[in-house]
């Protein structure tokens, strides 16, 4: 079991009734996104953070480690965004920092600074509501919410299956490599690329032939997967608590910004 998965089952905030979650998840993402501003997604971070870590008491460092993953991402982003380059002999426009290079000229401009703070700000907003979401709510829990919102069963059953799939995946992965690595299959580069050709290879076979499985007892089953259904009542508070927040996330935006 991935331990995101097993945070989402035993986390404090399990027995929260998951529309709850979700629609703190959405409201605030929505808020974050729609201001565009970096105050409002910095107080965003934090807010879905104290509900991660005081609320739902993920370790800090698990918590920590997550939010390094989509920093690659995000800092390879904004480095197209910071630098800038034009002909050596055009005007910059009001620039931070510049260096000539050969017939051109590498620049930081002002405004590359401020589209790119807003950029960071916005996603690290935007990734904390969605950080607490999947470490507080199964993904059964999650697609019983989509269920009761009439989307299509095509598509929420297309959501379970990729999920099932991926600890499908990492337990043959696992299993497969474990036994190359007790024959002696890693021991030299040539062997390596021969392992890993052929993980890669057995990993494709025995998807494939689980997918068939799966297939056929769901066609015993009448087509049907079996869902999530748990009797969690709403609690009035947590509502006036999702309200109060986006209420003066939205009014902070309006007033002070």
Not at 129 to 150: D, G
Request: proline residues 4%; glycine residues 4%.
């Amino acid at each position: 079991m991935l331990l995101i998965d097993k945070y989402a089952y035993i986390n404090k905030l399990a027995s929260v009734h998951p529309l709850e979650k979700i629609i703190l998840s959405i409201s605030l993402l929505l808020v974050s996104l729609a201001m565009q501003n970096a105050q409002i997604s910095l107080i965003t971070f934090f807010v879905m953070s104290a509900f991660t870590i005081l609320g739902a008491k993920i370790p800090v460092k698990y918590y920590a480690k997550l939010l390094v993953l989509p920093g690659f991402f995000l800092l390879s982003s904004l480095v197209s965004i910071l630098l800038s380059i034009a002909p050596a002999t055009a005007n910059l426009p009001p620039h931070l920092w510049s260096y000539p290079f050969f017939q051109w000229t590498l620049f930081i401009g002002v405004a590359s600074v401020e589209t790119a703070t807003q950029l960071f700000f916005t996603v690290l907003g935007s990734i904390s509501c969605l950080y607490f979401l999947i470490l507080t709510t199964s993904v059964q829990a999650i697609c019983y919410v989509l269920r009761q919102w009439r989307l299509p069963h095509l598509l929420i059953e297309l959501v379970e299956l990729t999920y099932r799939f991926i600890f499908m995946f990492f337990s043959s992965m696992h299993k497969i490599h474990l036994a190359q690595q007790a024959r002696l299959g890693y021991t030299s580069p040539r062997q390596w690329l021969h392992s890993i050709s052929m993980l890669i290879a057995s990993l494709f076979v025995d998807m494939f032939q689980r997918s068939y499985e799966l297939n056929n007892a769901m066609q015993a089953r009448g087509g049907q997967m079996v869902y999530w259904k748990e009797d969690i009542a709403y609690n009035k508070r947590n509502w006036i608590v999702i309200g109060a927040i986006w209420l003066a996330l939205v009014l902070y935006g309006g007033i002070f910004l």
